[in-house]
């Protein structure tokens, strides 16, 4: 399966300290044995006032093998404070600051905490909490970590594992920013403890790495390919002159307004070139979309590339790569589109777009399930604005293809994803478990555009018959669960976040969503098999 349609994803860490502080860089005290698992679940459901009722995943907690608890969901909102949520999930380790609040048109509110141990963020270990209008707690969903003993960042850390990185993959380390990094919270083997890392970004290869370089011997538990294979407007005619793309560290060689002069700004007559007009106005079919969930996409994700039209969504189009044109492909990296001649189409230029909405909220990491949830995502909000602008091509036959209309042709199929060589659900026929594709980002988002395709639409599944619910709070529904995923969900991660969210507007009356709704999304979660 060809792997089009992506971007070159955020390279940055967990959000860094409050600034001004300086972080300690050795531990100077011991880690302390956990106390025993039964006893702490009990003492999480005496803190949250409701009952866990077994060691497992349940209406009200959301508990691993190993058991670490990934969510709190009671049945009704109640009164709890941070502290007590970061108690609950069972760490030591409670400096967990606030790093983003996101208001939903409801007057609700998803408030982002993220974990740092010696003032140095942890990797993947943040908790969102759901919260009512009024601020009580519907859901908290995520990860913590324990730290080790391995507790030193050598004074000369940061040169040693920019070195490591490039002998294991060439290129020039352009970063390194200190991490703590538990396996176990990004799916790998582990003892379900932080040690010392760095996050180390590379450039100058065919796809630019981001590594987790443990700082004790400089080994790479971790790592994944900034690959790019996929309401103020600035579209800028490349006109098929080529660009080094695999190889560049930034967008600058390709900027829309500076190094490309801009072609069609806001407000601006129309051009010759069609695809300049088409990305034009597809963005702003993306900013109707997005302005439905209260969130404004220029000021959230635009750029200001200092040409005086100020923070704006930008595209360079019809551009070539040295090794390929015409290119056949569009990416989003370093702040703006790239599109190759052609590839113009309104369910792609809202994929992209969502991309840098992705970065800015939940960032997932673009590797494994959480990549795969990060391309469905797009894909997603891609479909909506499809589906909503009125454009010609809006055919019963077309409906949740993505890509119809380009040079390509559909090259996925949300309602049929077994069609394009997807899995439809977890673990099923074509789940890719192989090291390339990122671990597979492209092919196993299958499985979350299934279940975008099930909850909007309905239809039988898996033993499992749903009733769709519509568009309208589909839309609602899958900006919360954007909202509520962290770096490092996957996608049992994504079945919680889509229940709690719905369960959440249920309760709150949001966008007509009832409990007869979540039942509906509770059967979808079930046919795609994530839980």
Known sequence: MPEYFTHRPCSRPSPPCTEGQKPMTTRAYPRHALKALLATAVVAAAVLSYQAPELISTDNVAVTATGDVRGLIPAQPIEADKDKIVKSFKTDE??????????????????????????????????????????????????????????????????????????????????????WFDPTLADKAGDGR?????????????????????????????????????????????????????????????????????????GGAASSVADVNNVYDFFGDTTNTYAKLAYDLTAKIGADWGDGKGKALRATVRGCDTQECPYVNAFWFDGQMFFGEGVTTDDVAAHELTHGVTENTSNLNYQSESGAINEALSDIFGEFTDLANGSSDDTAANRWLIGEGSSLGAIRDMKTPENKGQPGYYKGPNWYTGSGDNGGVHYNSGVGNKLAFLIADGGSYNSQTVKGLGLDKSLQLWWATQLSLTATSNYADLGRAVNASCTKYAQAGTAGITTADCAEVAKAVKAVKIG
Request: overall charge positive; charged content about 25%.
């Open 94 to 179: 409670t400096d967990v600051r606030t790093v983003d609040t996101n208001t939903l048109p409801d007057g609700s509110t998803i408030v982002r905490q993220q974990q740092y141990i010696d003032g140095v963020p942890v990797y993947g270990g943040q908790i969102v909490e759901n919260r009512t209008k009024d601020g009580k707690l519907s859901a908290a969903l995520g990860k913590v970590t324990k730290a080790s003993d391995e507790g030193t960042f050598p004074a000369d850390g940061e040169e040693k594992a920019k070195q490591a990185a490039v002998a294991k993959f060439g290129g020039q380390a352009t970063k390194a920013e200190k991490v």
């Open 194 to 266: 932080a040690y010392p890392a760095y996050q180390v970004t590379t450039a100058g290869t065919e796809h630019g790495i981001v590594a987790i370089v443990r700082a004790a011997d400089n080994s790479v538990p971790l790592s994944w390919a900034t690959h790019h294979e996929a309401q103020n407007r600035v579209v800028c005619d490349a006109n098929r002159k080529k660009f080094n793309t695999s190889t560049a560290t930034d967008s600058s060689p390709w900027r829309c307004g500076t190094v490309v002069k801009a072609t069609r700004s806001e």
